[in-house]
């Protein structure tokens, strides 16, 4: 109730707010309407019956009659161009279209029903039998073949024909064919449509003349096949393409909607004055940031309805509702796509919240939300690519479930088990943001930070450290990750992707400079002490052991997560089976095992663990005793930059690799030193790429492990790499380090 | 009258990019109630942290507080409901009228809804706001918006009042206005720390005071106590000759204390 109260200000706040209502009325009162007036005429003027003919010009070679004849035929072979009725999913469309002279006078009353629905139809209807109904005329003078281009560019005609005579030459006897140059300006929509119809009356006027020559011989023209055409009715739903836009926009306006209030009831309040006020009250600051989330998700919603309500009553209007919405504009469609921009609000609310909550003024919170409103273009733009479908695995994904789901609906083709996973998992992320929000908000980094900017970051540092602070180390993983994946992509440029030695040894190369030497370098900047970062201690020799036996056994516990995994992905449609093991046969086949070892082990043990359970633990944890979240965060990092193969997703890995990560960040936090975890790393990764090599030696001692035929391994190899396993994590935590000599209590520094 | 507020050798340090920042170092004071301490000093001397300590808005880095008996560490919540934080940086709700904003804050200091009604009566009496009540925050002077700013945080009647430059940006006539609104706090038997660098307004206010200076409270005492110590008659020469005697020029003077050696304890940096 107290949070009803609270929000109930929020609101009053934001709804008095001119600059808030702007968003939530006038703008969709406005737009769609224009919008809908605008396609409405551009739809009328481009497929008005009485709007001008093209015109085609000839060079005088062929006879005025023969000309008007040529422009009046029907296509080749006798098929005609004819008039399709309104293409609305009402009708049951099923013609035969075979030897049926029309004219085009047909064409054109064949237009019945809603004109503008038909002429959009027709626009957006890829069939090639559709209506186009551009009529042709002769200009009514010819011109000379040499002047023909001169007289096309000066946009005199739209089409020029020019004939060349065949012509035999008499010492050799070959007939060089005659020929019709159709002539048309590149870049004239109307030129080019205008040249595809002057081709079909030329390919019908030479069929026409085969015809007449053939049935001067013996064989008549009965033996030139004809070419027929049968359309089959359509049970489904048709819609246009141009619908998946419409959830496009949908989502993009109520985005629009929650910025605002959701910038001014966060950044707002530091920037005001009145954040510290807030704060010094006993109310906590969920509490606090629940009621802002209820009023900006109340004017989410509020500019999704009536966006909806304008856009589907402009597209009634209009008539274009029947073209583009599959049943047209119904309840039922309404309130499905009601509840999803409710749950879409709901998340994109939350987390825009969880991101203006970081910003001090509106000016950053503008600035951090402009990344977001690319990012959510994306999966908009993904839901406009034909073939992407909502399936199990995308419903999960946040915000392209729900463009996916919205398109769906408007095409009535969205399945309900669908649209619930879509809705509950958005729902999930939706309460995450809020947590994270909820952290942020009002945190005394943004109630008395100051805005420093990029020169503080610049600036060298005048004293040592003993950790990286969060922004410099959270600032390099953000830069890191497009790095990594545009780098990666690289590679095939600057080596044949023939050549997998080459990759491997570039890929290593890679690796070294964005995991270790960067790192070091900023260590090196910033006056931080390496030993401290990278965790350079010494460590007990029983982590050691203890290291060397898990690297032998972990392997197989993660080829056999590896295994379990792939089932439910492929459940979820979500598996990229054949990538991974492509890749392992050309490893094994083409490349040397030196290189293999060294840049697929060694390299990466050492490099991944100086970043991962160095440089990044320490920057995240800042007491000694709080080592879970930084164990999950930075085991999840890992785990993510496995899942990219060769510009792939291959989630597969996921789980495998977050349970090796948390292995080797259990030694790293056990032992205060990254030595061990690169021990283990090394061995865990030489062992999984030396199974071929080590094959003999294997059936030697009676194991045939068969991991090329992605198998379960014998439960006994399980059983016992479990236990020394278990053995190798008990040695380790025997040698871990005491209490005083783990890293220092320090506060939180930015 | 006992002491309502007590900060036991308070320390924050602030880690910066350019170095580590001692905010203030190992301050102690008390408050009783009744009394109005004058915590003066410098632009930059520390008092406006002491008070985000005292009031549990920062953590800090050392040391403890008090405040009506409640150690602010270990129930910052209840502490909040005992204190009001009077600042002139603070800002008010544009789109609310005096009358809204005043029950919002009820609303957050759980003041029921009958009290809240009373309250807005006697604070819109006591600070002159009938003219205005009623219209949005937008539109308000100043000396108007300071005075809500009174009201709002007197909404749930506190025994402790934190006044953070209270008097900054108002003429003569408002500065009074908080004067004599403050020596009504005092009759009231609240405990008042009075944030100001006018120090010759708060010599007459105050019934003791605490000279910050480099986050260290240098000189604390009544005025009779301070002139016996000091030799020196007004505050005003105190502070000056305080400043002399570090050896610091007023540029200097408003630069928090620098370290160049990181200490063992980090504390939380701006």
């Known amino acids: 109730m107290r949070v009803l109260r609270l929000s109930r200000k929020e609101l009053r706040e934001s709804l008095r707010d001119r600059r808030t209502l702007v968003t939530l009325i006038v703008m969709p009162l406005i737009v769609y309407p224009l919008l809908g007036s605008v396609v409405q005429k551009f739809a009328i003027n481009r497929f008005d019956p009485n709007s001008p003919p093209a015109l085609v010009v000839f060079d005088g070679s062929l006879p005025e009659v023969a ?18 009725t309104k293409p609305s999913g009402d009708d049951k469309i099923k013609s035969e279209e075979k030897n049926s002279p029309a004219s085009l006078q047909d064409v054109a009353t064949s237009l019945t029903g809603s004109e503008t629905g038909s002429a959009i139809g027709a626009l957006t209807n890829s069939d090639e039998g559709n209506v186009r109904p551009i009529r042709l005329q002769r200009y009514e003078q010819p011109v000379k073949r040499e002047f023909m281009e001169e007289f096309l560019q000066a946009g005199e005609a739209d089409v020029g024909v020019r004939q060349t005579i065949a012509v035999r030459d008499d010492a050799t006897g070959v007939v060089q064919p005659s020929d019709f140059q159709i002539i048309s300006r590149q870049g004239d929509a109307f030129s080019q449509q205008a040249a595809v119809e002057v081709e079909k009356r030329v390919l019908a006027f030479r069929d026409r003349e085969l015809r007449k020559l053939l049935d001067n011989t013996q064989f008549g023209s009965a033996v030139l096949p004809t070419i027929s055409k049968l359309r089959l009715a359509n049970d489904a739903p048709q819609s246009s393409p141009l619908g998946a836009f ?9 985005m629009t909607g929650a910025v605002y209030p959701a910038i001014d009831l966060t950044a707002g309040e530091r920037e005001r004055g009145t954040l510290e006020m807030l704060m010094a009250a006993p109310v906590s600051r969920a509490q606090l940031l629940t009621g802002k989330f209820i009023a900006v998700l109340t004017v989410a919603v509020l500019t999704a309805v009536i966006n909806l309500v304008a856009m589907l009553l402009t597209l009634y209007a209009t008539g274009f509702d029947r073209v583009l919405l599959a049943d047209g504009a119904t309840f039922q469609m309404f309130f499905s796509v009601l509840i999803l921009l409710v749950v879409f609000a709901s998340f994109f609310s939350a987390v825009l919240l969880s991101i203006t909550s970081f910003a001090r003024s509106f000016r950053e919170a503008q600035a951090w939300l402009i990344p977001l409103m690319l990012v959510s273009l994306a999966p908009g733009i993904l839901s406009l690519m034909p073939g992407v479908n909502l399936t199990l695995g995308l419903a999960v994904l946040p915000l392209v479930n729900i463009v996916l789901l919205g398109r769906e609906l408007f095409q009535g083709t969205a399945a309900l088990h669908l649209y619930a996973v879509t809705l509950l998992s ?10 994270v ?34 922004s410099i180390g959270v600032g390099w993983l953000i830069l890191l990750i497009p790095l990594f994946i545009v780098l990666s992509g690289l590679r095939s440029r600057v080596v044949p992707i023939d050549n997998l030695s080459g990759q491997l040894i570039l890929s290593g190369c890679l690796t070294t400079i964005l995991f270790a030497v960067f790192p070091v370098a900023i260590t090196k900047w910033i006056r931080a002490s390496a030993v401290q970062v990278f965790a350079l201690h010494r460590f ?19 080829y056999q997560v590896l295994m379990f995994s792939k089932g439910p992905l492929q459940w979820l449609e979500m598996l990229n089976n054949s990538k991974l093991k492509e890749l392992a046969e050309r490893l094994t086949s083409e490349t040397p095992y030196l290189i293999r070892i060294v840049t697929l082990a060694l390299v990466p043990a050492i490099c991944e663990e100086l970043f991962f359970r160095g440089f990044l633990i320490n920057t995240i944890q800042k007491r000694a005793n709080l080592w879970l979240r930084p164990m999950l965060i930075s085991t999840f990092v890992f785990a993510a930059f496995h899942v990219v193969v060769d510009q792939s997703l291959t989630l597969e890995r996921f789980p495998a690799t977050f349970l090796l990560g948390l292995v080797l960040c259990g030694i790293r936090l056990s032992s205060g030193s990254i030595f061990p975890g690169i021990v283990m790393h090394a061995i865990s990764n030489g062992l999984l790429l030396s199974l071929k090599e080590l094959d003999p030696v294997l059936q030697a001692i009676g194991l045939n492990l068969n991991v090329e035929n992605e198998t379960s391994l014998p439960t006994w190899f399980l059983m016992a790499s479990l236990l020394i396993s278990g053995a190798g994590a008990g040695l380790v935590w025997m040698g871990r380090k005491r209490a005083k000599t783990l890293q220092p209590v320090r506060e939180r520094s930015i | 009258m006992p002491n309502l507020i007590e900060a036991v050798n308070l320390h924050k340090t602030f880690v910066t990019p350019v170095g580590t920042v001692h905010a203030v170092n190992g301050l102690s004071l008390t408050v009783a109630g009744g009394e109005v301490f004058g915590l003066l000093g410098a632009n930059g001397a520390g008092k406006t942290t002491t008070l985000r300590m005292i009031l549990g808005l920062m953590k800090p880095t050392s040391g403890k507080a008090i405040v009506a008996g409640i150690d602010v560490a270990e129930h910052p919540e209840e502490v909040k409901r005992s204190v009001a934080l009077v600042s002139a940086s603070a800002g008010l709700y544009q789109w609310l009228s005096p009358r809204e904003l005043m029950h919002y804050f009820a609303d957050l200091y759980d003041v029921s809804t009958d009290d809240a009604i009373r309250r807005v009566d006697e604070l819109t009496k006591l600070f002159d706001l009938q003219s205005f009540v009623d219209r949005p925050c937008a539109g308000l002077s100043t000396g108007q918006q300071q005075r809500v700013n009174l009201a709002r945080s007197l909404m749930h009647d506190p025994p402790v009042v934190l006044m953070d430059e209270p008097t900054r940006g108002l003429d003569i006539v408002g500065s009074k206005r908080i004067f004599d609104f403050t020596a009504q706090l005092k009759q009231l038997g609240k405990a008042v720390i009075f944030c100001t660098h006018r120090l010759e307004e708060a010599q007459r206010l105050c019934d003791r005071f605490g000279l910050m200076f480099r986050g260290r409270l240098q000189l604390q005492g009544s005025l009779a106590e301070l002139r016996k110590s000091s030799g020196l008659e007004s505050i005003t020469d105190m502070f000056l000759d305080l400043m002399e005697r570090n050896d610091a020029t007023t540029e200097e003077a408003m630069q928090p204390q620098l370290v160049t050696t990181a200490p063992k304890h980090e504390g939380r940096s701006v």
């Open chain 1, 540 to 558: 007990h020799v029983a982590t050691l052991i203890g290291a060397l036996l898990l690297g032998c056994t972990m392997w197989t516990l993660a």
């Open chain 1, 437 to 470: 929000a909820a952290n942020v908000f009002g945190h005394d980094t943004v109630l008395f930070g100051s805005s420093a900017g990029v020169s503080a970051w610049a600036k060298r540092p005048t004293e040592t450290r003993e950790s990286i602070p969060t």
């Open chain 1, 67 to 84: 000309a008007d004849a040529m422009l009046e035929l029907p296509e080749s072979n006798g098929t005609t161009l004819k008039g399709r």
């Open chain 1, 246 to 254: 419409i959830p496009l926009m949908l989502v993009l306006m109520t």
């Open chain 1, 426 to 435: 958005t729902l999930v992320y939706t309460i995450l943001a809020l947590r």
